[in-house]
């Protein structure tokens, strides 16, 4: 599976942004997707994920802000991100599973594919 990050950019705090994955592959809709983040000098963060049932899961850092979304007819997952405050700062991964306890939902060690990261800054 490939996957290309896109939709960064540079926003005023209160702003809105959406960013996308376009995973590569027929079996998407079985995957697991992912988003994190990462700011320089700390470790890649868990932001929301999205199971094969839509199940959704996010931080709690970004919860009631943040939705994420999928659609396997392009295989797409979508993160939709309101009321951007400048701690939101990072660069922003999507990510992939074949299979994933629930549990390990939130753990980027369990996501085997990587997109190349898109830059998110929110300005103050």
């Known amino acids: 599976v490939q996957l290309q990050a896109s939709g960064g950019g540079l926003v005023q705090a209160g702003g809105s942004l959406r960013l996308s994955c376009v995973a590569s592959?027929?079996?998407?809709?079985?995957?697991?997707m992912g988003w994190f983040r990462q700011t320089p000098g700390k470790e890649r963060e868990f932001v929301a994920a999205?199971?094969?049932?839509?199940?959704?899961y996010y931080s709690d850092s970004v919860k009631g802000r943040f939705t994420i979304s999928r659609d396997n007819s392009v295989n797409t997952v979508d993160l939709r991100m309101n009321s951007l405050k400048p701690e939101d700062t990072a660069v922003y991964y999507c990510?992939?599973?074949?299979?994933?306890?629930?549990?390990?939902?939130?753990?980027?060690?369990?996501?085997?594919?990587w997109g190349q990261g898109t830059l998110v800054t929110v300005s103050s």
């Open positions: 990510a992939a599973a074949r299979s994933l306890i629930l549990s390990s939902t939130r753990s980027q060690a369990s996501y085997e594919y």
């Open positions: 999205i199971r094969r049932n839509r199940d959704t």
């Open positions: 592959g027929r079996t998407f809709n079985s995957y697991v």
